[in-house]
């Protein structure tokens, strides 16, 4: 069973930076695809940003690119979510997800089959 705990989130000013710790633990945690999922109040949670677990894959969606950085620290099975340039739009509960990946290449992390944190909120005022 792999654990996940996520930290880093807060109040940050529009166009600030963040940055989100999730750190994973389990006897299977090296072999997990992890990434970042959102949701705002009112809205349906959705994918922000994924890392294959060899860390040589990444993906993210078209609102947060050139803006957010997803990368991976293997040795600490940690990731993490560098976000820049903020704005009011990204305010959400940020979840860490991961899901294991028999290639490690894979970043597709999909609701039914994923390991999920606790959320950290980010919120950014105007």
């Known amino acids: 069973q792999v654990r996940l705990v996520e930290s880093g989130g807060g109040l940050v000013q529009a166009g600030g930076s963040l940055r989100l710790s999730c750190a994973a633990s389990?006897?299977?945690?090296?072999?997990?695809?992890m990434g970042w999922f959102r949701q705002a109040p009112g809205k349906e949670r959705e994918f922000v940003a994924a890392?294959?677990?060899?860390?040589?894959?990444?993906d993210y969606t078209d609102s947060v690119k050139g803006r957010f950085t997803i990368s991976k620290d293997n040795a600490k099975n940690t990731v993490y979510l560098q976000m820049n340039s903020l704005i009011p739009e990204d305010t959400a509960l940020y979840f860490c997800a991961a899901q294991y990946d028999t290639t490690g290449w894979g970043t597709r992390i999909s609701s039914e089959n994923a390991v999920w944190g606790q959320g950290t909120q980010v919120t950014v005022s105007t």
């Open positions: 890392i294959s677990w060899n860390r040589y894959s990444t």
């Open positions: 389990g006897r299977t945690a090296s072999r997990h695809a």
